[in-house]
């Protein structure tokens, strides 16, 4: 199966009393969390029927997942743009990079940023869940997150 990407649709956010609200879409996101995402939705389970499966898309996502993403980027897209101030090469802030970080992330070599298992909802709906550690490696801001 080969991957390519969904980006259309819309994430819906849910508002009060079931009505939903303007949902996120592709454009709203940074090159970075672009990127990001990308990397994301590679390492997603099929959504679909057997016979037609398919990687999730944007639309897949579930809202929480979606700020879990932009919380994760804006903080590292600070922290980019702080090493590309101070004359790092390296464009910190691209869609490149978002993936980069994905992958990184992935890999457990982050200390702020543990590795996520990306799982499937029964509604066909893509969360994140943020790898358990030890109290004693945690950060302060991963002591805060848990599912999304």
Not at 46 to 52: F, H, I, K, T
Not at 106 to 133: E, I, M, R, S, W
């Amino acid at each position: 199966m080969t991957f390519t990407l969904d980006t259309s649709g819309a994430v819906e956010i849910p508002g009060s009393g079931g009505q939903v609200r303007r949902g996120w879409l592709w454009s709203d996101l940074s090159p970075f969390a672009q990127g990001y995402v990308e990397a994301l939705l590679r390492d997603a389970p099929a959504v679909g029927p057997q016979s037609d499966l398919r990687f999730p898309g944007f639309s897949d996502l579930s809202p929480e997942a979606v700020a879990m993403i932009l919380a994760d980027c804006a903080h590292d897209e600070k922290v980019g743009r702080q090493l590309n101030l101070a004359g790092n090469p390296e464009d910190r802030t691209s869609r490149k990079a978002g993936r980069g970080f994905w992958r990184e992330r992935q890999t457990g070599n982050l200390f702020d940023a543990p590795p996520q298992t990306v799982f499937l909802t029964d509604d066909g709906k893509v969360k994140l869940k943020v790898a358990n550690l030890s109290p004693t490696t945690r950060s302060p801001r991963q002591s805060e997150e848990g599912e999304g």
